[in-house]
């Protein structure tokens, strides 16, 4: 018996032996990837062991955290048109390494191969798209203007509101559906010069991504889509600028180290001068009579500004703010004799316009408690604001017979209009990485709004009656949780949980969105993914609009309208070709419940009733397959992108309760993007773009005069327009080729580039909207109305 426990104490000891041999203490490498040049973050860089290919990628903040067993490891560093760094150490403890990446200055001479930069196959996330900035810029621009909504409009998915706007419609949704952040603060109207220029400056931005499906559950409040815009850091090495001056605006950014290596700042402005073009022209106008001065202008302008400070490579702040403003206005004024003996020297003075403006500004707070635990607090506001007036000044003397002299007498009218939406917030996001088979991100974020839906304010000499409706408070909570798990090295699998909740007038809705993304390996190349996510939408705008004037209107959801829904799911093939192409193919089916639409015959202009009983609530749903094709390295780039979708609404107060088409229902929408360097001196770059028409609803006839109208026997005195089906006609295909060519010239100094390019270089007529004119022979016509032809432009750059 001894000899049997002695021999299976040895056994045991040995296999004990054995085991704490064969386990691995493990440590952690984490860090920040930045550019060598620019020191900006680098988001979503890949870092993998060569070893055994366990790899991760930088966050927002390019942070990265990857744990590794002990011993030694080749670490990859790489980034799309970046050289790729090694490390090579031996790991035996919790390690930092900080890598500066170089080589984008090269991105458009030479191509450049990044192994192992995280391609499409290998993601899991779907139905996401991030644009390279330079790419943005190397884009074709309507008046020399740098757009993003508008390069984003040449995706798949993602189509213009018409002619010049930068609206999106998202997968059948409307631009009320998107959320739109800069650093991370909502952004709420993003049109300048009435749709046709975004608030955007891309000289003040660093990162681009969309996602129009297959949401993570770090994102709530919108149903449609994410527009994820990231302002650049400034350099904490050097000084540097860049600007550019063009037909309608100019633009200059400044950037640099206030403390080296610790402090950096960046601002960039923009402006346009169409206000100063118009000058002399009403000068010459009013010229006409010495008593008479009138001028009528138009200008936006854009501010970005940005501080961050290193203390520690544990504890980084960012303070960062934009501004921004549009400002349409007219004035008149006239000096005139009196009339007769009792009012002489009469002066009047009038002016009116409209102005609508945001303002947004983040506190952001970096801090690693750990190596594998990353946080970021923020605290942000945002304003959207929009007014539109008029006001008349009117002076004369007056003979007064008791006093045997004149008075003067001072009269003042005027009627302003005001609305808008105010939120502060705050919120705490972490990012876990405890393994390279899990990436978990959890956090929550609380908002309070205040909405004004609009008030008209009347002023009579130093009296005023405001009618309208009053302002409303409201808040907003949201919980999430995710984390990216690879389960097998062929599948892999995003799954997450989000919460949201509002509070309003006593009302509390809340709502559990559950998030799933998947994606299978098929072979190294290509791979299949699928995803389902459910979103919730607290706040709605209304509009009259199709252009995305400031006259909208956000408001919130109340005992009477309920939250947005929607339901999509999303399944496609993603395949990199050639190690340099990127090819993908998605079909989507997507419900959306509680849209809102104003009801016939209400606008915002109607002061009379509530704003809730001027709309009505319904369905929406779409569905398609877009394909996507991009390439992002070497001397020849672009994208080509197709998409077919159906989209349609219901609502039981419109269309008599049947289904119709969206106004945006695009069976077809053609995008090809394509630029081409020649050496350093030549630039070429051109966009064509096709379209089905927009789907409206035109007059099908005319009434007959003295026809039988409700309790009137005797009939109508005046015709009137029948209407048939509700967007029952369609408008023309629309198709616009655009291009440009850049004429670039190293300077001791730095860099300029002369840029001309052409807005519809074939002139085609687009329609804009569907007008009915009468003909000569008394029958009527429609008439289409297009308002750009070929439109050439010229820029100056420079980068010093």
């Known amino acids: ?26 440590h952690t490498v984490s860090g920040y990837l930045k550019d060598s040049l620019t020191t900006e973050n680098l988001i979503g860089a890949t870092i993998y062991n060569r070893a055994d290919f366990a790899g991760t990628s930088t966050n927002q903040y390019g942070f990265y955290s990857l744990t590794l067993p002990e011993g030694s490891v080749e670490l990859s560093y790489s980034f799309v048109g970046y050289d790729t760094h090694t490390v090579q150490l031996h790991l035996v403890h919790d390690t930092v390494i900080n890598i500066n990446l170089s080589g984008a200055v090269h991105l458009r001479e030479v191509e450049v191969t ?9 993601r899991t996330q779907m139905s996401n798209i991030t644009l390279p900035v330079a790419q943005i810029k190397s884009l074709p621009a309507f008046l020399g203007e740098v757009d993003l909504m508008k390069a984003l409009q040449l995706m798949p998915g993602i189509q213009s509101g018409g002619e010049g706007s930068s609206g999106l419609y998202v997968r059948g949704g409307g631009p009320d559906q998107n959320l739109i952040l800069l650093d991370g603060v909502p952004v709420y ?15 003040a931005l660093n990162n681009v991504e969309a996602i129009k499906g297959g949401f993570p559950a770090r994102y709530g409040g919108r149903v449609s889509s994410v527009i994820d815009v990231s302002m650049k850091e400034g350099n904490m090495r050097e000084f540097h600028g860049e600007g550019s001056l063009g037909i309608v605006a100019g633009r200059l950014t400044l950037e640099g180290p206030i403390w080296k290596d610790r402090t950096s700042f960046i ?17 010459l106008a009013s010229s006409v009579d010495d008593g008479y001065k009138a001028s009528a202008g138009y200008y936006f302008y854009d501010l970005n500004a940005k501080v961050n400070h ?3 490579e544990k504890d980084r702040i960012y303070l960062s703010a934009y501004m921004g403003n549009d400002r349409f206005f007219v004035r008149f004024e006239q000096e005139e004799d009196g009339y007769d003996a009792y009012i002489d020297n009469i002066k009047t003075k009038a002016e009116g316009g409209l102005q609508w403006g945001n303002i947004t500004s983040a506190f952001r707070w970096n801090h690693v408690f750990t190596p594998k635990l990353f946080a970021n607090t923020t605290v942000t506001y945002s304003r959207y604001k929009f007014d539109v007036g008029s006001e008349l000044w009117y002076e004369y003397d007056e003979w007064n017979d008791t006093s045997n002299k004149y008075k003067r007498v001072n009269q003042y009218s005027g009627t302003i209009y005001l609305s808008g939406i105010n939120d502060w917030s705050g919120k705490i996001a972490f990012d876990y990485i405890p393994a390279p088979s899990h990436y978990i991100r959890f956090g929550g974020n609380a908002i309070y709004h205040t909405f004004s839906p609009g008030a008209m304010a009347f002023r009579e000499n130093k009296t005023e009656n405001i009618i309208g409706d009053p302002n409303i408070y409201g808040y907003e909570y949201s919980l999430y949780a995710e984390d990216d798990i690879r389960i097998t090295p062929q599948l892999k699998v995003n799954a997450g949980l989000h919460w949201s909740a509002f509070s309003v007038r006593k009302k509390f809705y809340n709502v559990l969105q559950p998030r799933l993304s998947a994606r299978y390996l098929i072979t190294e190349t290509l791979s299949a993914k699928a995803a389902y996510s459910r979103m919730a939408q607290y706040i709605h705008l209304l509009t009259n609009s199709n252009i995305g004037l400031p006259t909208d209107l956000w408001v919130p959801v109340t005992n009477r309208l309920m939250p947005q829904m929607s339901d999509q799911v999303a399944a496609g093939l993603a395949q990199t070709w050639h190690n340099e192409y990127e090819i993908s193919l998605e079909g989507y089916y997507k419900t959306m419940g509680n849209v809102i639409e104003y ?16 709309v009505v609530q319904g369905d929406g749903r779409s569905y398609g397959v877009e394909l996507f094709a991009q390439k992002k390295t070497g001397s ?7 998409t077919l979708s159906w989209t349609d609404r219901q609502f039981e107060e419109l269309n008599e309760g049947r289904r119709f088409a969206y106004k945006y229902d695009r069976r077809h929408d053609f995008s090809i993007a394509l630029m081409k360097r020649f050496g350093d001196r030549i630039e070429l770059s051109g966009t064509w773009v096709f379209g089905t028409g927009n789907a409206v609803t035109v007059p099908i006839g005319l009434s007959p005069l003295n026809k039988p109208v409700g309790n009137n026997p005797m009939g109508s005195t005046s015709t009137y327009w029948i209407y048939g089906e509700r967007n029952s006609y369609r408008m023309d295909p629309y198709h616009r080729l655009d291009a440009s060519i850049s004429f670039i010239k190293p300077k001791r100094w730095g860099e300029r580039r002369w840029i001309v390019g052409v807005y519809n270089a074939y002139s085609r007529k687009n329609p804009f909207f569907i007008d009915v004119s009468q003909k000569s022979n008394g029958r009527y016509e429609y008439v289409q109305v297009s308002i750009f032809p070929i439109i050439p432009s010229i820029s100056y750059q420079f980068k010093f």
């Open 1 to 26: 018996m001894k000899h049997i426990f002695g021999a299976l104490l040895i056994v045991v000891i040995s296999a004990t032996s054995t085991l704490a041999q064969n386990i691995q203490q493990k």
């Open 114 to 122: 990044a192994s192992r930069v995280a391609p499409i196959q290998e």
């Open 189 to 203: 109207n993003v049109s300048h010069l009435f749709g046709f220029f975004s608030v955007f400056n891309a000289d």
């Open 267 to 283: 601002v960039s402005g923009r402006r346009t001068w169409i206000d100063a073009l118009t000058r002399p022209m009403m000068a």
């Open 310 to 312: 290193r203390f520690s």
């Open 599 to 614: 009801e016939e015959g209400a606008s915002f202009f109607d002061t009379s009733g509530s704003w809730e009983q001027k």
């Open 636 to 642: 020849f780039t672009g994208w080509l992108g197709y």
